[in-house]
């Protein structure tokens, strides 16, 4: 049965870089259809845990399998499961829209007698049908994510990981995004993983989230009973308090600032 | 419906408890990832004009002013071979130098716009990126080639119609691009920044251009220069562009092995490095 392999599987997931354990044995699972959330403080390993996951890092330690497909010894069959939409946003400003989904349903071997209308549909699910033939670089940020939306989505992934959707994002254009991604959920049944810092979000979006901090998992649930463990009227944005506490003190001298100052800058640079 | 269902099954197979997941054959994935970049490459192109005619303006510059003045003066001896006919090929290899080994630029922008993270996630090996960016180059180089002969045409360069030879210099030409454009991926690999691939960019481009036979024979150099000349892959390419365009001897298929092994040599090294570039 479906519902008997986890979407994501990680086993006391460790990642170092140097000295730096920047993923410290994470154990985490993923049920088919949610949305699941990891949040935490920047530098809490949610980057690091994603970027395994996608085989854009290599495994060090533990384990993770998509869909029980083993991360380190089968990235290509990874690969084919799942559409990752990195925190940057990026597109290849010197090409129109339905360039740069072609060549990802290229990139992903959609057949070509498909390709077309799978392109067109993707764009469509995005609501950019409209702006296909426009240049990229003429996009605003909100509709570049939702090109990188429609490029991962092109090869049909049952697993979508989303790192930081919103960030750098007009309040509409994020709406627009969560939009999508919710229509897609309830259209396709298809899994979510998506990392943030926004906690309303995290609270109205997700199924489940997991709270990263310095590398290992500090709480996970659903937001209702993540709230309701903290006891009162909590609200997410306490639970966040709670678990990573010393995090907002220290966090931003380490480069909490310069990390979505990189971000906004390439958000205006694409192209 | 505004999204049709997942195309993949629902259910895992019975025997490994996983997903099948269809999958065309390995073999196909290195045309097909070759195809699909370098249309990428056309399309681009396509929209910056402009880039094809600046960049015609240099081996123009040679061709005009170099060839015709050393033609003149008959400071370099070829034989029968006007000094204008034996300088176009060599001019032709060294406008696909230029834009190859400055292609590694490309690598690290997309590194930096995030661009090359969704390239590595895709069912792409790496070493097929790193192909498919090569030859992507190559076509960036053989539009660039098709308005240098259009000059040397018009300058008078004798040249070959036969259609064969000439599909032999436009493989020449992707090949050796190819091959350029991985020794600055390469290079990219390594420094990882703009700047300093642009200072080592410059630094190599004007000793493998004058260490090579592209602007005099090899029996003109110093004994020491003659060896480098002989471990330059672009007197593999000059010569092989002279023999088929300008019918002068030459080594083809010894110039085409080295070629393709140092193209083969590049995509390895290329690849090896370029998950420095994904971290």
Known sequence: MTTDIPAVECEELTYRFGDHRAVDGVSLRVVPGEIFGLLGPNGAGKTTTIRVITTLLPLQGGQARVFGVDVDRRKMEVRRLMGYVPQQLSANGALTGRENVSLFARLFDVPRRERRDRVAESLRAMGLEDDADRITSAYSGGMVRRLELAQALVNRPRLLILDEPTIGLDPIARSGVWDRINELRETTGMTVLVTTHSMDEADAMCDRVALMHLGTLRAIGTPAELKAALGGDATLEDVFRHHAADALDNSLPQGGFSEVRTTRRTAGRVG | ?279
């Open chain 2, 1 to 279: 419906m505004k999204y049709a269902p997942l195309a993949v099954p629902q259910g895992a197979s019975a025997d490994t408890g996983l997903f099948p997941v269809r999958r065309p054959p390995a073999w196909r994935q290195y045309p097909s990832r070759v195809a699909a970049l370098c249309l990428v490459e056309l399309q681009k192109m396509r929209r910056d004009r402009t880039e094809l005619l600046t960049r015609a303006i240099q081996p123009a510059l040679w061709l005009i002013i170099f060839g015709e003045t050393f033609s003149r003066i008959r400071a370099i001896p070829t034989g029968s071979v006007p000094y204008l006919d034996f300088l176009a090929p060599g001019i032709l290899a060294q406008s696909a130098l230029f834009i190859a080994i400055f292609y590694g630029i490309q690598i690290i922008w997309e590194r930096d716009a995030g661009v090359l993270t969704k390239l590595l996630v895709t069912p792409t090996p790496r070493s097929a990126l790193v192909t498919g960016k090569a030859f992507a180059a190559g076509v960036r180089a053989l539009t660039q080639a098709v308005v240098v002969l259009l000059l040397a045409a018009l300058l008078g360069v004798a040249m070959t119609g036969n259609p064969l030879k000439l599909a032999g210099v436009a493989i020449v030409l992707l090949l050796s691009a190819a091959f350029f454009s991985c020794l600055s991926m390469t290079i990219a690999g390594l420094v990882l920044t703009r700047d300093r691939l642009m200072g080592i960019g410059q630094a190599i481009t004007m000793p493998l251009f004058f260490g090579s036979n592209a602007l005099y024979p090899v029996a003109l150099m110093p004994a020491w220069l003659q060896v480098i000349s002989h471990a330059n892959p672009l007197s593999y390419e000059v010569d092989a562009l002279r023999g088929l365009l300008i019918g002068t001897p030459a080594h083809l298929a010894l110039d085409f092995t080295v070629l393709i092994v140092s193209v083969v040599l590049g995509v390895t090294a290329a690849s090896a490095l370029l998950g420095r570039l994904a971290r």
